[in-house]
């Protein structure tokens, strides 16, 4: 018979990242079948009555932490909850501050008056992230804010005050960014080269990023300005903070504009401030009727007189599409599933999706369709509460076991990102998913030659699983669409 | 203009430890906050707040008008003449407050005044009076210039310290300390208590009157700045602040003329009495603090009071409004045979000094006070260290040579205590609850967490 126990601890706060580890280690523990150790957020509790657990009365505020376990016996019960409170005290990287030592600073503000300004992350929960950011700008920091569900109007006063200060923010929601030869966010360990990138898009720019790698050529520096820079409202402040700084760089031989396309009147007021420019602009726009990422990445290859490769890939000549289905995209990336979308519409009309690209495509909540479907699971929505898909795949896994069982699936199509900060191996969850596919899957794999996962072993793996394996997001698509093709002809 | 792009940056990371871990593998040192959540139900205000683009000047400003201030002791005079009093005005510490909700040191130092005044002949008598809430008034020391330590009490025939600005000529008042254990302010009224009281006015108050007169006007930050570096924190401890001060006035009080067994028998008292400067150090703080109030958009706390029941707090941006939450329980030493069931909750205006970066803030400046809670020498120096995270600046002139001569944390910023959850640390005497038992100990105590999240939310009102 099974066993719960729930519990509260007081005064403990960890980051729901190292909170879902914990829960992990806690749910592996012997006996132990369901466990779960977070802080007692609505969203939290809803996951904890979604388990079938009991809410405890005794809760009064979300910064209290929950331990929720049930078990095949009270033994085991027990042992998982003391496991819990090992794991919950066990000593953190920072060691404790001891008779001469400082204590740890609480704040940004706080750490720069001894350690000196510089560049600050912040992936603080999203509500809390503005107060961060705005203390770090006037601490005379540049500003990466890597959390998302931050305001627009907080984004157009965290940017105002950045441009009064000669300072740089970068995002919210900025998923990637290369400084000074460091990886920040999702990155990528890269050769120094002549490209600037301006980045609108985490992982657009990641894919051109792995296309330069793959190339042999290197970068200046990625800026990534956050996905809402180049709307009305937001106008751009970033993205021309960060031109004109890429312009005064003597080492930028090309600067590279990664977005979707803007509004209209931020597009003129860009392209007009590039007319102005010492240092040759390029714009990769991803959108209808516009180049997809691959070809601007060439056009700009062929803009420094460097060579265009082949690039990389690893075609599968097994399984063919099932006749008379759908296509089923499950991404991580969010400009990946928009590009594979804008390529896949083309051909195929309407791609429903969570991020559609007309709203009368939109899926519902269930997240399925009968028709051709995309999901970005890296999606504010989709995020709330829960760590990036790129961190932990396991909600896309569960979809896409469920698409697989859909027998109106024709092909799936997937993207798999490496690169720091990225899970540290993430095709292995999806190895065995692929292997007993009935259908062709197709990845799209985003990685430089340098990253710690190696793009090599990892799309070798997906290809001897059965997989075709592409290092362009577009030319996966494509694979995918020719795929269908081939099966209803 | 950022320098991103020119030199590799330092790295800050606040928040997730997966994406520093990531910066470090690719062999970048990465600095870290230890970041968590701020007071709960806080982020609207603190976002509001964070947003007001005044902030970040109007805090300098308070901050620069704070430690620039002086404070010079100028005269001693009696509180009627200086304060206005009638014989049945009473000031108190803390915020306002009424005799139905007075704690029992309130009370009895109230009804020692009262008898003091010659209201009525026996202390016990006043109750009625103070009980009908007619014949008298009762208003807070700080709505006049004044701060006092503990219940606070100033009635009108009580000799006040005077203290100015030089630069403005603005004042502050303070009484003169009566030393420890049964005393007014602690809430004692017997007769020893009152036959002290009137020599402090007749013989004390008058020979350091000449004094100061005859000396001209002694500049107390300079004795503050002092003090600091000689083991003292201005709130507990005020050791080398008393001596100090009693160099400065004594050869004037000798040549006053006055007998030589009167000027023997004040230096006595003054020198017996480790608390004495601390009536000197509390008006001297006001000073500085006042001059930062009524700057708008400032968050910074100009006044922390306490009256026994509430305990409540001022900031520079929201004018003479009080936010409050109930008196803690203090941490401590009890003398004698008293214990926790005797202490009266928190008391008293001298929480002034931490306000101003004294007391608990200098605590690293004096290790001995941790004793009051059975703590270690690390302790201090942490409890120093951890005031920084909620204050603006440092004060230039109390440096705390074991943190290698760093100024004080000074500038409370209402914000910063709400993010960090990190409560200002207050060094305290306590009183007996009970009317008449007079000091039962002394320790270390917060503010209620509350009033910070009740400022900030009027600061965030107050945001165009």
Redesign the interface.
């Known amino acids: 018979m099974s066993v719960e126990r729930v519990s509260v601890r007081r005064g403990l706060?960890q980051?729901?990242?190292?909170l879902m580890q914990l829960s992990r280690d806690v749910g592996a523990s012997t006996g132990v079948t369901a466990a779960l150790v977070a802080m007692a957020t609505d969203l939290n509790l809803d996951v904890l009555t979604a388990m079938g657990f009991q809410v405890p009365a005794d809760l009064d505020?979300?910064?209290e932490l929950l331990i929720a376990i049930r078990a095949d016996s009270a033994a085991a019960a027990d042992l998982g909850l003391a496991r819990a409170d090992e794991l919950l005290a066990a000593p953190r990287?920072?060691p404790a501050?001891?008779?001469?030592s400082?204590?740890?600073?609480?704040?940004?503000?706080?750490?720069?008056?001894t350690?000196?300004?510089?560049?600050?992350?912040?992936?603080?929960?999203g509500?809390?992230a503005?107060?961060?950011a705005?203390?770090?700008l006037?601490s005379d920091?540049?500003v990466l804010i890597?959390?998302d569900n931050v305001s627009v109007q907080?984004e157009i006063?965290l940017k105002e005050?950045a441009a009064e200060r000669?300072?740089?923010v970068m995002g919210p929601d900025c998923g990637t960014a290369v400084?000074?030869?460091?990886?920040?966010?999702f990155?990528h360990?890269l050769d120094a080269g002549p490209v600037g990138l301006v980045a609108a898009s985490g992982t657009g720019a990641q894919q051109v990023l792995c296309l330069l790698d793959a190339a042999g050529v290197g970068i200046?520096?990625a800026l990534g300005v956050g996905g809402r820079d180049l709307s009305e409202a937001v106008a751009g402040r970033s993205s021309i903070a960060a031109i004109r700084?890429?312009d005064?760089?003597p080492a930028t031989e090309l600067i590279l504009v990664v977005s979707k396309p803007p509004a209209d009147a931020i597009g003129r007021q860009l392209r007009e401030l590039a007319g102005q420019l010492r240092t040759p602009v390029q714009f990769a726009l991803l959108g209808p009727g516009e180049p997809d990422l691959t070809a601007a990445t060439e056009q700009a290859l062929a803009r420094l007189g460097r060579g265009v490769p082949s690039w990389p890939s690893w075609i599968a000549d097994g399984r063919p599409a099932r006749a008379g289905g759908a296509l089923r995209g499950l991404f991580c990336g969010g400009t990946l599933c928009d590009e594979a979308m804008l390529i896949a519409s083309a051909e195929l009309g309407a791609v429903y999706s969570n991020t559609p690209l007309r709203s009368d495509w939109t899926l519902d909540e269930s997240l399925r369709a009968d028709g051709h479907y995309m999901i970005d699971f890296g999606d504010d929505a989709l995020t709330r509460g829960r760590p990036h898909p790129m961190?932990d795949p396991s909600l896309r896994t569960r979809y896409l076991q469920a698409a697989l069982d859909d027998a109106r699936s024709a092909v799936i199509l997937l993207d798999v990102v490496l690169g720091?900060?990225a899970h540290s191996d993430p095709v292995a969850e999806l190895l065995p998913l692929v292997e007993n596919s009935a259908v062709p899957v197709v990845v799209s794999v985003i990685g430089a030659r340098r990253d710690?996962q190696s793009l090599n072993e990892s799309a070798s793996r997906l290809h001897r699983a059965g997989a075709s394996a592409f290092t362009s997001n577009a030319a996966a698509a494509r694979h995918a669409l020719a795929l269908i093709r081939k099966a209803d002809a | 203009m950022s320098r991103l792009l020119e030199q590799a940056p330092q790295v800050l990371a606040a928040g997730v430890d997966l994406f520093a871990e990531a910066i470090e593998a690719q062999g970048t040192t990465v600095q870290r906050v230890e970041w968590r959540p701020p007071m709960t139900g806080c982020e609207a205000d603190l976002a509001r707040v964070m947003s007001d683009r005044r902030r970040v000047g109007a805090n300098l400003e308070a901050l620069q008008r704070i430690v620039s201030t002086d404070a010079e002791l100028i005269d001693v005079l009696p509180a009627g003449e200086v304060l206005g009093l009638a014989g049945n005005d009473f000031l108190h510490a803390g915020p306002p407050i009424g005799w139905d909700r007075a704690s029992g040191p309130l009370r009895g130092a109230l009804l020692g005044a009262a008898a003091l005044e010659g209201l009525v002949a026996e202390p016990k008598d006043a109750e009625a009076l103070f009980a009908s809430g007619t014949g008298y008034t009762l208003e807070p020391c700080h709505h006049h210039g004044a701060v006092g330590p503990m219940a606070g009490v100033i009635s009108a025939s009580m000799w006040v310290f005077v203290v100015a600005d030089p630069a403005t000529g603005r004042r502050t008042y303070c009484t003169l300390n009566e030393g420890l254990g049964k005393v007014l302010r602690y809430g004692a009224y017997g007769p020893e208590v009152l036959s002290r009281l009137r020599w402090m006015s007749d013989v004390l108050a008058p020979l350091l009157q000449t004094a100061v007169r005859a000396r001209g006007p002694v500049d107390l930050r300079a004795i503050l700045a002092q003090m600091v570096q000689m083991g003292d924190e201005a709130h507990n401890r005020n050791r080398a602040g008393t001596l100090m001060l009693l160099r400065e006035l004594l050869p004037a009080m000798v040549e006053s003329g006055a007998p030589s067994s009167q000027v023997a028998e004040a230096v006595r008292f003054v020198s017996a009495n480790d608390h004495f400067f601390l009536n000197l150090a509390m008006p001297a703080c006001k000073l500085t603090l006042d001059s930062a109030r009524g700057i708008a958009g400032s968050t910074i706390v100009v006044a922390m009071a306490r009256n026994g029941t509430d305990f409540g707090i001022q900031t520079a941006g929201t004018g003479d409004e009080w936010f409050t939450g109930p008196a803690q329980l203090a941490e401590g030493l009890f003398l004698g045979s008293y214990g926790p069931e005797d202490a009266n909750p928190d008391i008293g205006d001298s929480a002034i000094t931490e306000t101003a970066g004294l007391g608990g803030f200098a605590m690293a400046a004096a290790p001995a006070i941790v004793r009051f809670v059975g703590g270690q020498v690390s302790d201090a120096l942490n409890a120093s260290r951890r005031m920084y995270e909620i204050t603006i600046g440092e004060h230039p002139m109390y440096a705390i040579p074991i943190l290698d001569f760093r100024g004080t944390p000074t500038g409370i910023d209402v914000t910063k205590v709400v993010r960090t959850q990190i409560l200002p640390q207050i060094n305290t005497g306590m009183a007996g609850k009970q009317a008449g038992v007079g000091q039962v100990g002394a320790g270390l105590v917060t503010p209620p967490a509350e009033v910070f999240p009740k400022a900030l939310a009027a600061l965030a009102h107050l945001v165009r």
């Open positions: 706060y980051d729901s990242v190292t505020s979300a910064n990287r920072t501050a001891g008779a001469g400082a204590p740890q600073p609480r704040t940004i503000g706080s750490l720069v008056r350690s000196g300004s510089g560049l600050a992350l912040i992936s603080v929960p509500q809390h503005f107060t961060e705005m203390d770090a006037e920091c540049d890597f959390s907080q006063d005050v000669g300072r740089l400084v000074g030869g460091i990886g920040l966010g990155a360990t200046t520096a700084m890429l005064d760089d961190i720091h900060g710690p």
